[in-house]
């Protein structure tokens, strides 16, 4: 699909500026970004019927204990698709559908319908590749954005989100349930103070249309980086049968693992490394604390994970794809930014 926006332009700029240079600020300004779009209420929708995690969002903010936390938003309304040629995905829509109407939650047929009933917008379409083409109608309607995991099917598609972000000056950030567990969090505020390495864990299913750890690696992966934070050079994955291992290496030849597990017990969780001692990460903590992100974003504008990381993460993921059908060859983020290009 052909856009109205220099997408060859930004690439570049991220390719030569560094990924380590902070992508988000060097195209708007977070204050100059929190401006555009300013939510005139606090009525939710929701694009993608096709998750659990429309079921667990819409529950947690139409019920009325929740009030407070979530500062009075509700989900008023949903457009269910969604993938339509990911049997798991799509064949959930009828019974999440239902789910939500009992909730409240009015059924419309078109984005641009929801749109006209809407404040902000939760982008819960598992299929990531229809999130550039839903997110760009969302930005030229005006409305601020969640995407969930993962925040495209490619590198090249992330970046043009975030590209259209600025273009339209509607804030946007994607992320992981698994940035906001405690443990993670303490970590990445200094618990252990500089971390120095880590390994990160979590279940690693693959979908065939995306890919490998696109699609449910991406938990562990986004763990790994918030403990390490931004300035992974290369990657190099181990080629195994039935497990992802993946090896990142940072700025100062710090060490980060990934490791994704395709049999046995499916568990969250790694361990941190770091000056002043070593610290388990500990495991999933549900989606209420990444709610809690969500509305504040919705009610500031301002990211809790900026394009940068994000951006970051799709290169290294893309990277350990690129290694493991190398054997294991070592492969730069660099590389990675400059094809998304091409």
Not at 98 to 111: F, H, L, R, T
Not at 172 to 179: A, G, Q, T
Not at 326 to 336: D, H, I, Q, R
Request: with cysteine; charged share 25%; hydrophobic share 40%.
């Amino acid at each position: 699909m052909k856009q109205d926006y220099n997408r060859r332009g930004f690439i570049k700029t991220a390719a030569i500026a560094g990924i380590g240079l902070g992508l988000a600020e060097t195209i708007m300004p977070l204050g100059a970004m929190a401006m555009g779009s300013n939510p005139a209420g606090k009525r939710v929708g929701i694009i993608g019927l096709d998750t659990s995690h429309s079921v667990a969002f819409t529950k947690s903010l139409n019920t009325p204990k929740e009030a407070n936390t979530y500062k009075g938003y509700t989900v008023v309304a949903a457009y269910p698709h969604g993938s339509r040629d990911i049997k798991s995905s799509a064949e959930r829509i009828p019974q999440i559908t239902e789910d939500v109407k009992k909730m409240g939650v009015e059924i419309v047929g078109s984005i641009k319908e929801l749109l006209n009933k809407v404040d902000v917008v939760l982008l819960e379409t598992n299929d990531g590749r229809l999130h550039l083409e839903q997110a760009l109608e969302v930005f030229k309607g005006g409305k601020r954005v969640f995407i969930d995991k993962p925040v495209a099917a490619s590198l090249a598609d992330a970046i043009a989100i975030f590209e259209a972000s600025a273009k339209y000056k509607v804030p946007v950030f994607s992320s992981s349930s698994l940035r906001f567990s405690t443990g993670a969090q303490e970590i990445a505020k200094g618990k252990v103070g500089k971390v120095l390495g880590a390994d990160a864990f979590s279940p690693s299913k693959y979908e065939e249309t995306h890919p490998e750890l696109f699609w449910y690696g991406i938990h562990g992966v986004e763990t790994l980086f918030t403990v390490m934070g931004t300035g992974c050079k290369s990657v190099v994955q181990v080629p195994s049968p039935n497990t992802d291992i993946v090896v990142g290496t940072w700025d100062e030849g710090r060490m980060g693992t990934f490791r994704g597990i395709h049999e046995g017990s499916q568990k969250y969780g790694g361990t941190v490394f770091g000056e002043k001692g070593v610290s388990e990460i500990g495991n999933f903590g549900g989606y209420d604390p990444l709610l809690v992100q969500i509305i504040e974003f919705f009610e500031t504008g301002i990211p809790p994970v900026s394009s940068q990381e994000t951006l970051e993460i799709c290169a290294f993921m893309e990277a350990a794809l690129e290694s493991k059908k190398k054997n294991g060859a070592p492969v730069t983020l660099e590389s990675m930014f400059k094809r998304a290009k091409k």
